[in-house]
């Protein structure tokens, strides 16, 4: 090895860090303590407790925006339910699936995913999907049982291969004569449940519970309960937990951002070499942190959506300097269309855009509101939500990806 690669490692491995353990706060970490989930956490033990005494519980659908601890709640509850029946000596268990992941890509994948975790194996490929159906009622009839199926980020399950396979699992009981099954389905999508078949709607929406997003106190408590496990005593200034806690409460409540923020936070202050997280590495951070998450989602936009983004952007730049009224969405109708003949894609309707743009809102990509116009009635204006500095970046990214 190079020698000044070579020192390089090695001072690395000297060099004074900020964090005692930096995988407190990483995605995969589970934490011993949920703190102001105490109601959402009774409401599902009160659901789910009927299992102990084999009595099936109700389906469950557990809805709430990105962050607000809808996964580490469920699965602390379901985890200390699961020990509880062990020492009674019932036969309960809970499979978990991420359905963003690929495992849940598609109904085969899916159920044969199930099938191996209850140590069935299935050929990745193959075999007719009511074949795998069939496997996975015979393993699961293999002895009396009661079967918990979670299915995280439900919401992709539908975008990737519609409700059919919901309408079959929320059916399932009748297949089964030893056993049962009970869904819990966890959305950030707040109405997926009415755009689902109704019927699906009703069995799988039996019961529901809503995570509503934190405050920036209850962040602040959750940041600091954290931080003692991952950073040295006094290694960060005061009042960084409670600026975070402060910025994430603000932008929709999200504590897993906030906890991002603290650790990219730590990295910047460890890459200094200084012994203290400091307010201005707080500010780095949110900087990098806003960049890469509005970046990630232009990129990620459907080719429609980047299409009407890219209109705001072009009328936007034009009006930034100078005029304080926003545009309207007749506007921006009006530039999507133009756009849309020059790279040949099929304009959608007005109101679709409407939609699109109320998308971008939520997202925190546009701010929209309301203008009286005086005696002429009041009137929507939109403008771009992100900083200047990274319009030219965006403008870049969606021209490639328009004109490609
Ligand atoms: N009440 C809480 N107490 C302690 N940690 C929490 C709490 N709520 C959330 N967290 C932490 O915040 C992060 C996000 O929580 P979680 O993954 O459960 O959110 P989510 O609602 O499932 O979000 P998404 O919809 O994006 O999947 C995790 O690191 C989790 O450990
Ligand atoms: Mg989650």
């Given at each position: 090895?190079?020698?000044?690669?070579?020192?390089?490692?090695?001072?690395?491995?000297?060099?004074?860090?900020?964090?005692?353990?930096?995988?407190?706060?990483?995605?995969?970490?589970?934490?011993?303590?949920?703190?102001?989930?105490?109601?959402?956490?009774?409401e599902?033990?009160?659901i789910?407790?009927?299992?102990?005494?084999?009595?099936?519980?109700s389906n469950l659908f557990v809805y709430?925006?990105?962050?607000?601890?809808?996964?580490?709640?469920?699965?602390?509850?379901?985890?200390?339910?699961?020990?509880?029946?062990?020492?009674?000596?019932?036969?309960?268990?809970?499979?978990?699936?991420?359905?963003?992941?690929?495992?849940?890509?598609?109904?085969?994948?899916?159920?044969?995913?199930?099938?191996?975790?209850?140590?069935?194996?299935?050929?990745?490929?193959?075999?007719?999907?009511?074949?795998?159906?069939?496997?996975?009622?015979?393993?699961?009839?293999?002895?009396?049982?009661?079967?918990?199926?979670?299915?995280?980020?439900?919401?992709?399950?539908?975008?990737?291969?519609?409700?059919?396979?919901?309408?079959?699992?929320?059916?399932?009981?009748?297949?089964?004569?030893?056993?049962?099954?009970?869904?819990?389905g966890?959305?950030?999508?707040v109405?997926?449940l009415?755009?689902?078949?109704?019927?699906?709607k009703?069995?799988l929406g039996e019961e529901n519970i809503v995570?509503?997003?934190?405050?920036?106190?209850?962040?602040?408590?959750?940041?600091?309960?954290?931080?003692?496990?991952?950073?040295?005593?006094?290694?960060?200034?005061?009042?960084?937990?409670?600026?975070?806690?402060?910025?994430?409460?603000?932008?929709?409540?999200?504590?897993?951002?906030?906890?991002?923020?603290?650790?990219?936070?730590?990295?910047?202050?460890?890459?200094?070499?200084?012994?203290?997280?400091?307010?201005?590495?707080?500010?780095?951070?949110?900087?990098?942190?806003?960049?890469?998450?509005?970046?990630?989602?232009?990129?990620?936009?459907?080719?429609?959506?980047?299409?009407?983004?890219?209109?705001?952007?072009?009328?936007?730049?034009?009006?930034?300097?100078?005029?304080?009224?926003?545009?309207?969405?007749?506007?921006?109708?009006?530039?999507?269309?133009?756009?849309?003949?020059?790279?040949?894609?099929?304009?959608?309707?007005?109101?679709?855009?409407?939609?699109?743009?109320?998308?971008?809102?939520?997202?925190?990509?546009?701010?929209?509101?309301?203008?009286?116009?005086?005696?002429?009635?009041?009137?929507?204006?939109?403008?771009?939500?992100?900083?200047?500095?990274?319009?030219?970046?965006?403008?870049?990214?969606?021209?490639?990806?328009?004109?490609?």
């Amino acid at each position: 090895m190079e020698k000044p690669l070579k020192i390089f490692f090695q001072k690395f491995l000297q060099k004074d860090t900020v964090f005692l353990s930096k995988s407190v706060l990483n995605i995969g970490f589970t934490p011993s303590n949920i703190l102001h989930r105490d109601k959402q956490v009774q409401e599902i033990a009160h659901i789910l407790v009927p299992a102990l005494k084999m009595e099936k519980p109700s389906n469950l659908f557990v809805y709430g925006k990105s962050g607000t601890g809808k996964t580490v709640t469920v699965q602390k509850v379901l985890t200390d339910l699961v020990e509880v029946a062990k020492e009674q000596s019932v036969p309960l268990r809970f499979l978990y699936v991420n359905c963003k992941l690929g495992r849940a890509d598609t109904e085969y994948r899916l159920i044969a995913y199930f099938c191996r975790e209850l140590g069935l194996e299935v050929p990745g490929t193959g075999l007719p999907t009511d074949e795998v159906y069939n496997m996975f009622y015979k393993v699961v009839e293999e002895k009396k049982q009661m079967l918990i199926l979670v299915l995280d980020e439900i919401d992709q399950l539908v975008f990737k291969m519609g409700d059919d396979v919901l309408y079959t699992l929320t059916r399932v009981n009748s297949f089964l004569k030893n056993s049962t099954i009970s869904i819990i389905g966890i959305s950030n999508h707040v109405r997926l449940l009415d755009e689902i078949d109704s019927r699906i709607k009703s069995s799988l929406g039996e019961e529901n519970i809503v995570f509503s997003p934190y405050d920036a106190n209850q962040i602040k408590d959750i940041l600091l309960d954290r931080a003692k496990l991952a950073f040295k005593p006094s290694a960060i200034e005061n009042g960084v937990i409670e600026k975070c806690a402060a910025i994430a409460g603000r932008e929709h409540g999200d504590a897993r951002r906030a906890i991002d923020l603290l650790r990219i936070s730590g990295e910047l202050a460890d890459r200094e070499g200084v012994e203290r997280l400091t307010l201005k590495h707080l500010d780095a951070a949110q900087e990098k942190l806003e960049k890469d998450r509005v970046l990630d989602l232009v990129s990620s936009q459907p080719k429609q959506h980047q299409c009407v983004l890219y209109s705001l952007i072009l009328l936007d730049e034009k009006i930034r300097d100078y005029e304080k009224d926003g545009l309207n969405t007749g506007q921006v109708y009006d530039n999507y269309v133009s756009l849309c003949r020059n790279i040949n894609l099929r304009p959608l309707t007005q109101r679709r855009i409407s939609d699109i743009l109320s998308e971008f809102d939520n997202l925190g990509l546009i701010k929209s509101f309301v203008r009286s116009k005086g005696r002429f009635g009041r009137s929507r204006e939109i403008r771009l939500a992100f900083d200047n500095s990274l319009v030219i970046k965006t403008q870049a990214i969606l021209k490639d990806s328009l004109e490609a």
